[in-house]
């Protein structure tokens, strides 16, 4: 494995930026705060361009983030409980350890935003397409995070963009590998891809467009890649049946079910009305 070891790409040393006392800054927290800055900027700028006023995305933020994050930690506390079930707490509070999942946190975001919607007579399905964009890139920019916990990533592999984990932090049925294929890595590129092109049908199909497609679009194309990537991952997961990974159902249900939901709104005459509410 001496190959290997010299051209793949190494693991970090710690997921701790800083220590002060009982104070630690780990990088899983810092991507996440960096992802929900960039999401609520682009949000702004989405909402200012469809005729809202763009400081709705910051408000929004204290119905959303809580319950998103909520949302997350229950999704994968339920779905992967056996790693708490001998000693369930305080692990099933420690997320500076990782441990966040997405389906939940979109879940949880869209309960907030739609709270936040009644509250300030805002059209839920406008904001959710303004939003849209702006959270696949808090996903490419967040799953950087699991770069610095060497987590998520999917089988020994020796290309060259190949990672390098450390011992303590492999399967044990890969003990004697050393670099595994950097699967956060290809989810926050294909997230990069979706952003860029939500970015752009949104603007090129305006006129075509329904209220809402933007966000069936980013759920779906999210669940494409998604399906793809968990086909590699080797980390404990969410299982159904012999060994089957949850998330792949999950991930395949939704790519497929709201592809259709689009393709079926778009098969009969459009009723849009474009004015903001």
Known sequence: MLHTALISLP?????????????????????IALGILAATWVG???????????TLALDSLFFIVPLGFVG?????????????ASDPFPGVFEVWNGGL????????GALGAALFCWWRRVGFLDFADAAAPGLILAQAIGRWGNYFNQELFGRPSDLPWAIRIDPENRPPEYADATSFHPTFLYESLWNLLVFAALMWISRRFERRLRPGDVFILYVSLYSLGRF??????????????????????????LAIGFALLFFLRHSRPSR????PS
């Open 11 to 31: 693991s970090p040393p710690s997921p701790v930026i800083f220590e002060a006392g009982p104070f630690a800054l780990r990088y899983y927290g810092l991507f």
């Open 101 to 108: 999942g997405i389906y939940g946190a979109v879940a949880g």
């Open 44 to 54: 702004s700028r989405e909402l200012s361009r469809r005729g809202y006023d763009g």
């Open 228 to 253: 793809f990537v968990e086909t590699l991952r080797v980390d404990p997961a969410f299982i159904i049946g012999e060994g089957f990974r949850g998330n792949l159902f999950v991930s395949s249900v």
């Open 72 to 84: 997350a930690r229950l999704y994968h506390v339920i779905t992967d409980y056996e790693l708490y």
């Open 272 to 275: 849009k009305n474009n004015t």
